[in-house]
Each structure stands twice: as structure tokens, then as C-alpha cells.
């Protein structure tokens, strides 16, 4: 893509804080551009002619192209160069959001969310990847504090200014958004950003992205499909099963294969075992939380929509406002005592969510809120820096791919978790429909699910990421 040559993962420099700047600053615009479009859902229904239902097909085409693309990240910035990886990927995203402003159709707004998946998946496992590899320990911690902003912020920002733009200019326009932030994206990844490479470059497995694409696909559908009723629950339940069976087979192949696509030896290493449990448990749970807040407070405490949106907000209003205090609390602690401790406090702030039956006290409700946000920002953010703490740097751009596709799969999870806990409460409950108890008792299964990543997170040595934490540095 440019003239200059490719740099070995060896030669490449040092950590630099605005290139990790650049690639948060481009997570942000993917996440706010997911968090803005689940907001002009209804207005771009009435423009297309079809049912605010049918545009979830939109949404659903982004996930699952994302999740197909997401296993070559790494072997595409290994054999291409990080750099131009990275700005195909960022002009596919912005080229296909022009595409999705000057749809006319549902069908050619599908087709042009695809495109958008595609590309939106390739930049977060290889800009993590630039930003680790090029990172010592001592810096994981600044370099996560910049990384994980963009998923604290754009859940926030999202829904405001879509509703917004939506409301006083039209649902287009949160697509032509885009297209200013990619061109400024590319400048600086141009600008900024090397064109590292591995060291050695690999035929493509095929077979290994068939069966990881597809095992990902299927799991996905399936957790998607998994809050419907009756039939489609089977449906759902049979394509979990078989996204298992494809997992399964694809782990094989990639353990056997010379040159696998993934390499699956990075999965040895401790810390990114502690990323997948307790990490991947945490995740699920975290993911689910977006998707109960709003119905427990419109079917449980019977708020409209508007009105719950607002207090939802407050949630990751408490999700932000914890940051400043995030990393002090590592370096002070460390990872162990950090990840028990706020495991805690999350079952603690289920339960305390488990145990409003109304909104007569509002201020105990947002002191909840603000409390259950700030310690799901302490632990995913203790959980995304410790991920890397024992992994080499030549191992980091597989590992980001890894964590990446385990990201995708626990937020998916997270709704079918939650959707599951509340069919099954309402069917114990003899009941027609999800009300206050069945909810009160889906975040008594989130508390308890915390408590069990708090037995998990025992296991992590008490001295063990020092390095990275800088506990007891000082």
C-alpha cells in the first residue's frame, strides 16, 4: 500500500503513547457507530417500509460478518504489514458506512453491513496488536488505561447522539458520521503507525478460518437466536450445539496442522488463561447487563423507554466517572487482590440490583447504578491489562486475535445467559410474562456468577504480574 518497507516484529520501537491513542480513538468511532445505530432503528424501518423488527437483520449481518473475518486478523497483519492491514480494514469500514447513508433498501443496508463487519473486525485484534507488541510490561497498564476508554465512552455517547442526530437531521447521518473520523483515523494510522509484520509468513489455513469462522457464526446465530420462544429456542439451542462441535474440531485442526492460522501454544501462558476464566465468565456477565437493565426497568419497575435510557445511563456514567482511580488501585494491590476483591463487590452490586422492588428511594437506585458500573470498569479493565502481563511480545498479535474472537463470542453469550435465566424464572413462576421477579431473580444468577469468578481469580499467584501492575513498586 506504501513505498516504504515492512519492519520484523524485532526492529519495530518502542511503546508510543499516541499511537495508542490513534487505535482507541478508532475503537471509539466502531463502538459508537454499534451503540448509535440500535438508536435509529425505528427510523430507519419507517424509511425502508418494514417493521422496526426486521432491521435486527441489519444488526445481526454485522455481528456475524465480524465474527467470519475476526480469525485472519493476525495471519493478514503477519503476511501484509500491520499498517496496511489496518487502513484497508479502516476504508472498507468507512466506505461501506457511506454505503449504508445512500441505502434505499433493507437488503442493500444488509448487504452493506457485511462490508462494515468485515472491516470493522480486523481493527481491534491488530491495532491491540500494535499497541502490545511495541509496549514493555511497565507500560501495559498505561496502554490499557487508553485502550479500554472507547468501550467505557461510546455506550454512553452512543445512544445521546444518535438520538439526536437522528431527531434534527435524519438516520443518515449517523453514518456520514463516519466518514470525517475514518479519514482522520487513516491520516494518523499513515502517519504513525509502522508497517511491522511477522517474521515469518505462513500459507493461509484454509481449513482452520472454514472451521473457526464457522464454529464462531453458528455460536453467535445461536446465542442470538436463543431469547426467542418456543421453536426458534430449539433452533438456537441446536446451532450452539453445533457452533460447539465446529469449536471442537477446529481446535483439533489447529493444534495438528505445521502452519495453523491460530496459534493456540499462547493459550499455555497463565495470564491469558486468567483472560478467559474468570475473564471469560466476567465478560458474559457484563455483557448481559445492557440487555437487563432496560427491561428491569421498563417490565419491572415500569418506566417508559425514554425514561429507563436515562437511568441506564447512569450505569455507565459509573462505568467512566471509576477510571481515574483504576490504575492506582493495581499498582497498589496488584492483580490478585484486585480481581477478588471487585469480583466481590460485582456479586455484591447484583445483588444489591436483586433487592429494588421499586423507585420510591431514586437515589439509593442511582448510588446502585453508579456503584455496579464502577466495578465492572475495575474489573474489565484489571482483566484486559493482565491478559498480556507473561506473554512474549512475538506472541501478542495472536494473542489480541484470541481475545478478540472470545470478546465476540462472550457478549453474544451474555444476552443468551440473562434471555435464559429469565424464560426459565418465568416458567418456574407459571407466568405469561417477565416481570419484576423474574428479573430480581436473573440478577441473583449474575451475583452468583461472580462469586464464582472470585473463586477463579484465587488461583492467580498473589505476586504474579508485579511487573505489569507495578504493585509494590513504591
Not at 446502585?368 to 491489562?385: E, K, Y
Request: charged letters at 10%.
Amino acid at each position: 500500500m506504501t513505498d516504504t518497507p515492512t519492519l520484523p516484529l524485532a526492529s519495530v520501537s518502542r511503546y508510543s503513547p499516541a499511537v495508542a491513542l490513534t487505535m482507541a480513538a478508532i475503537g471509539f468511532m466502531q463502538i459508537l457507530d454499534s451503540a448509535i445505530i440500535n438508536t435509529s432503528l425505528p427510523s430507519m424501518a419507517r424509511s425502508f417500509g418494514v417493521e422496526p423488527i426486521d432491521l435486527s437483520l441489519a444488526v445481526t449481518a454485522y455481528v456475524l460478518a465480524a465474527a467470519a473475518a475476526s480469525p485472519l486478523a493476525n495471519w493478514l497483519s503477519d503476511r501484509f504489514g500491520a499498517r496496511d492491514v489496518l487502513v484497508a480494514a479502516l476504508v472498507a469500514f468507512t466506505l461501506s458506512s457511506i454505503w449504508c447513508a445512500l441505502c434505499r433498501t433493507l437488503p442493500e443496508l444488509i448487504a452493506a453491513r457485511v462490508v462494515q463487519g468485515v472491516g470493522g473486525a480486523l481493527l481491534l485484534p491488530v491495532g491491540t496488536a500494535v499497541v502490545m507488541r511495541r509496549a514493555a510490561r511497565a507500560d501495559f497498564v498505561r496502554a490499557t488505561a487508553l485502550m479500554v476508554w472507547p468501550a467505557l465512552m461510546a455506550p454512553i455517547v452512543g445512544p445521546v447522539l444518535g438520538g439526536f442526530i437522528t431527531e434534527h437531521l435524519s438516520w443518515h447521518w449517523n453514518f456520514w458520521l463516519n466518514l470525517p473520523l475514518g479519514v482522520c483515523g487513516m491520516l494518523a494510522i499513515v502517519r504513525l503507525v509502522p508497517n511491522e509484520r511477522g517474521s515469518s509468513v505462513r500459507r493461509l489455513d484454509v481449513v482452520g478460518f472454514l472451521l473457526c469462522a464457522a464454529s464462531l457464526t453458528t455460536l453467535l446465530a445461536g446465542f442470538q437466536r436463543s431469547a426467542e420462544a418456543g421453536t426458534e429456542r430449539l433452533v438456537a439451542l441446536t446451532m450452539i450445539g453445533l457452533g460447539a462441535v465446529l469449536g471442537v474440531a477446529a481446535v483439533r485442526h489447529l493444534r495438528r496442522h505445521p502452519e495453523p492460522l491460530l496459534l493456540l501454544a499462547a493459550l499455555s501462558r497463565p495470564s491469558l488463561g486468567y483472560a478467559f476464566h474468570p475473564g471469560g465468565l466476567y465478560r458474559v456477565l457484563f455483557s448481559a447487563a445492557p440487555f437487563l437493565l432496560p427491561l428491569w426497568f421498563q417490565l419491572g419497575l415500569g418506566l417508559s423507554p425514554a425514561s429507563a435510557g436515562l437511568w441506564v445511563l447512569v450505569y455507565f456514567v459509573g462505568n467512566l466517572g471509576i477510571k481515574v482511580i483504576t490504575t492506582p488501585l493495581m499498582r497498589q494491590f496488584g492483580f490478585r487482590r484486585v480481581l477478588v476483591v471487585d469480583g466481590v463487590l460485582v456479586a455484591l452490586s447484583m445483588a444489591a440490583c436483586a433487592l429494588v422492588g421499586s423507585l420510591d428511594n431514586p437515589v439509593v437506585v442511582v448510588l446502585i447504578l453508579l456503584f455496579a458500573g464502577s466495578v465492572r470498569s475495575v474489573q474489565l479493565t484489571t482483566l484486559t491489562t493482565l491478559a498480556f502481563a507473561d506473554v512474549p511480545g512475538e506472541e501478542r498479535g495472536n494473542a489480541s486475535n484470541l481475545i478478540a474472537m472470545m470478546q465476540q463470542a462472550t457478549q453474544a453469550a451474555g444476552v443468551a445467559v440473562a434471555a435464559f435465566s429469565l424464560s426459565a424464572l418465568q416458567a418456574l413462576g407459571g407466568t405469561n410474562y417477565i416481570g419484576l421477579p423474574e428479573l430480581q431473580g436473573t440478577f441473583w444468577v449474575m451475583a452468583a456468577l461472580a462469586l464464582i469468578g472470585v473463586i477463579a481469580a484465587l488461583r492467580v499467584p498473589d505476586a504474579f504480574g508485579r511487573e505489569v501492575s507495578g504493585a509494590g513498586s513504591r
